[in-house]
């Protein structure tokens, strides 16, 4: 069994900063990618910013220059730093992990059960 543990989530101003937290635990062989997808009010889920196991990171236009994703590869874990929050940030965010599992060797998909992020005007 694997486990997405987010953390990090609130409420911030306009301008303001938040680091969300995300460690995978369990039956896992390889990590293949992480990282960070964000639904809000009314809105598809969308890709916030991801990492693969290679070092090969991506980012939602909009949060180039403000978000930066990082990685603890031995915790299994990613960290989103978001810097200079707007109204439009606001959102349900969810870790993603896309990984091997040992105990079938089979690359699965994973979420965490999502946490909110409100940015206040």
């Known amino acids: 069994q694997v486990q997405l543990v987010e953390s990090g989530g609130g409420l911030v101003q306009a301008g303001g900063s938040l680091r969300l937290s995300c460690a995978a635990s369990?039956?896992?062989?390889?990590?293949?990618?992480m990282g960070w997808y964000r639904q809000g009010p009314g809105k598809q889920r969308e890709l916030v910013a991801t990492?693969?196991?290679?070092?090969?990171?991506n980012y939602l236009d909009s949060v180039k220059g403000r978000f930066t994703l990082s990685r603890d590869n031995a915790k299994n874990a990613v960290y989103l730093q978001m810097n200079s929050l707007t109204p439009e940030d606001t959102a349900v965010y969810y870790c993603?992990?896309?990984?091997?599992?040992?105990?079938?060797?089979?690359?699965?998909?994973?979420w965490g059960q999502g946490t909110q992020v409100t940015v206040s005007s």
């Open positions: 993603y992990a896309r990984l091997v599992r040992r105990l079938d060797y089979v690359s699965i998909e994973y």
């Open positions: 369990g039956n896992i062989f390889r990590m293949n990618a």
């Open positions: 990492i693969t196991s290679g070092d090969i990171t």
